[in-house]
Nanobody, 119 residues
Framework: QVQLVESGGGLVQAGGSLRLSCAAS????????MGWYRQAPGKQRELVAT???????NYARSVKGRFTISRDNAKNTVDLQMNSLKPEDTAVYYC?????????????WGQGTQVTVSS
């Protein structure tokens, strides 16, 4: 079984920065796309940023220019550097990975980490 473990959430003032990290562990043959999603109270989960194994990135319009996603293929990790944070960035952030494991190609999610931005 593959597990994704996130870290790095917390409380920050508007304009501040946070860095989220996610590590995948277990029997992993390869990982295709990795990404970050978020869900604010009363809202649907939405894409924040994704990155392919070849380092191609995709960002939500609302975070472009402020957030940077990166990954280390050797360590099976993905990070999200969040700068110029706004109160509307407040949400639970989830790590996602498309993993080729013993069962084939599977989609995995982390448990989520809370990010709160105060005004």
């Amino acid at each position: 079984q593959v597990q994704l473990v996130e870290s790095g959430g917390g409380l920050v003032q508007a304009g501040g920065s946070l860095r989220l990290s996610c590590a995948a562990s277990g029997i992993i043959f390869s990982i295709n796309a990795m990404g970050w999603y978020r869900q604010a109270p009363g809202k649907q989960r939405e894409l924040v940023a994704t990155i392919t194994s070849g380092a191609s990135t995709n960002y939500a319009r609302s975070v472009k220019g402020r957030f940077t996603i990166s990954r280390d293929n050797a360590k099976n990790t993905v990070d999200l550097q969040m700068n110029s944070l706004k109160p509307e960035d407040t949400a639970v952030y989830y790590c996602n990975a498309e993993v080729r494991d013993l069962r084939g190609l599977d989609d995995y999610w982390g448990q989520g980490t809370q990010v709160t931005v105060s005004s």
